[in-house]
């Protein structure tokens, strides 16, 4: 039987032991920010989702997601309580392909964003200056805000560089081989739900 080629990437994802309730618990977090990062800077929604998973055939391994996305727009794996159904690691495996499925349709966007705030700290300027920077910014800002209750208390300008450290990392994901890269950075974040956000007063 040809393996498709989804199949063949969630082969590429695997790891030397099983993860807990808790290692899971803290790469659903990390997940929730990848996606806030594709939200704020690509307008995602939760028909974007679906169209991923119809395109990549994941119908069968996320069934339950398909009917928490359906009703509803963005929020993606957060919100409402339904939204909070533990991921099992199948699940993770397929959520990992459809992020750098989505990475990659907006591939040409991402980098833009980047190049431009390599240019903006280049030249010693705000990102915020910059029309497509600010806007993904504030709109990162509003979504974490929005999903507090769920996210550590850091300061505007820490969540600023989060954001775009998010951003940056994201472009990577938007390779070809970016679900390994994805995976492995899971993995890392397994043990600690948050990038350290970084000090703005070195």
Known sequence: MKISSS????????????????????IKAHLDLILLVL???A???????????HALELEKAIADRIELWQPRQAGL????????KKLDIEETKSLVLIICYLA????ELI?????????VSSQGKEPHQVVLLGDYLDTFSRLYENHRE??????????????????????FYSTNN???????????????PYPTPPNPNP
């Open 150 to 171: 769920d996210q550590p208390q850091i300061t505007h300008t820490q969540l600023s560089q989060l954001a775009l450290k998010l951003l940056v990392e994201l472009l």
């Open 7 to 26: 199949e063949s990437k969630v082969q590429d994802l695997s790891i030397s032991s099983g993860l807990d309730v808790q290692q899971l618990d803290n």
């Open 111 to 119: 980098r833009r964003a980047v190049s431009l705030l390599e240019q």
């Open 43 to 53: 307008k995602l929604n939760s028909e974007s989702i679906l169209q991923a998973v």
């Open 39 to 41: 939200e704020a800077l």
């Open 178 to 192: 970016g679900h390994r890269r994805l995976w492995l950075a899971l993995l890392n974040y397994s043990h600690s």
């Open 104 to 107: 990659k349709q907006y591939q």
């Open 77 to 84: 794996l957060h919100k409402s309580s339904a939204g909070r």
